[in-house]
Nanobody, 127 residues
Framework: QVRLVESGGGLVQAGGSLRLSCKAS????????MGWFRQALGKEREFAAV????????YYADSVLGRFTISRDSAKNTLYLHMNSLKPEDTAVYYC????????????????????WGQGTQVTVSS
């Protein structure tokens, strides 16, 4: 099991940028695929981005493609989500999640395939 703690959320104007961090403890971030999900008020949790266990493959939801970038720093054992050109519709609680042992290049956008979740960090984009 891994403990995940997100940070970096906040209030930003439309067009601005934020970088979310997800600090892992208990296991190395290179031990599993990891993803970012988000949940807006009154809506279901939705997939945003994922990085494979070997770090060579990333995949994004259409809604964030070209604006968000997922990355990780093994030395800091931290996952990141770099968010640019933010829109009001990006307002949500953002969660990082860790998957199980898998093939090195495996990735998934299904929340049920993730085993461990952080507590979330709020991102609010004003128009």
């Amino acid at each position: 099991q891994v403990r995940l703690v997100e940070s970096g959320g906040g209030l930003v104007q439309a067009g601005g940028s934020l970088r979310l961090s997800c600090k892992a403890s208990g296991r190395a971030v290179g031990s599993f695929f990891m993803g970012w999900f988000r949940q807006a008020l009154g809506k279901e949790r939705e997939f945003a981005a994922v990085i494979s266990r070997n770090g060579l493959t990333t995949y994004y939801a259409d809604s964030v493609l070209g604006r968000f970038t997922i990355s990780r720093d093994s030395a800091k054992n931290t996952l990141y989500l770099h968010m640019n050109s933010l829109k009001p519709e990006d307002t949500a609680v953002y969660y990082c999640a860790a998957g199980g042992n898998s093939n090195a290049d495996y990735y998934t956008n299904r929340p049920q395939d993730y085993n461990d979740w952080g507590q979330g960090t709020q991102v609010t984009v004003s128009s």
